[in-house]
């Protein structure tokens, strides 16, 4: 049985501090993106990369968190959020993701899910780039998603409103960032915050961001490859 894990030593203002943060970030990291695309004379015929922006500007925003930690704190930041070994095995946390990718599908078929034009779809124009997106999907993606929703943000709310509310609270924050992405569609907010549940559950009781991330990684890889054996007719609902 796994040691305790010890409460968070950050506090709300130090998420309101990086929440504040984060447009900055976000920008300052599309923008760079895209003057070296355009510089590059890529940025008209190669928009998937307009992504790597995305995750550039997480890149600056846990660079900032980083140096706070450090100068604040006196805390590393890797270890502060648990970016550890797990106590949960890889392959159990990779079938985990696995089924619960084939159990919100099929939620969405029960919930009537609409479609959606998701901006992603406008990204898998040829090979190259369906390959650029998944690969993004399954690693750079969940590790970003789930430093900042399970590990930053969840303990926190474990510490103020107990395990299964702060689990869920950090869930419909996961849920209402991606909630522009399919048109504010209360289904898709609904599904996403499933998902990010579960992964806060892994994040527990693993005591590890990374099994959090290694079972977000296999969710996505899951309803990717549904997409692709699908013929490439509907983007994954809630990737």
Not at 7 to 25: Q, S
Not at 197 to 209: K, P, Q, V, Y
Request: a positive charge; one cysteine or more; aromatic letters at 12%.
């Amino acid at each position: 049985m796994r040691e305790p894990e010890p409460p968070p030593f950050w506090n709300y203002r130090d998420l309101a501090m990086l929440i504040g943060l984060a447009p900055l970030c976000f920008l300052a990291g599309s923008q760079t993106v895209k003057s070296v695309l355009w510089i590059a004379g890529a940025g008209a015929t190669r928009k998937v990369w307009e992504l790597g922006g995305q995750f550039f500007g997480y890149g600056l925003l846990f660079a900032a968190l980083g140096a706070f930690f450090k100068w604040e704190y006196g805390r590393p930041l890797w270890d502060s959020l648990r970016g550890r070994r797990s106590s949960v095995r890889g392959t159990r946390a990779v079938l985990l993701g696995c089924v619960l990718a084939l159990a919100i599908a099929l939620l969405g078929l029960l919930l009537k899910a609409p479609e959606i034009q998701s901006p992603l779809k406008d990204m898998f124009t040829d090979r190259a780039s369906l390959f650029f997106v998944a690969l993004v999907g399954v690693t750079v993606g969940p590790l970003c998603e789930e430093l900042m929703f399970r590990g930053f943000m969840q303990p926190l709310f474990v510490r103020s409103l107990g395990l299964a509310w702060g689990i869920l609270a950090a869930g419909i924050c996961f849920g209402l960032l991606h909630l522009p992405q399919y048109g504010l569609s209360w289904r898709h907010g609904v599904l996403i915050t499933m998902a990010g549940s579960a992964f806060g559950w892994m994040r527990h009781a693993s005591g590890s961001t990374l099994a959090a991330t290694v079972m977000h990684g296999a969710y996505n890889l899951t309803l990717f490859a549904g997409f692709v054996a699908s013929g490439g007719k509907d983007v994954p609902k809630t990737w």
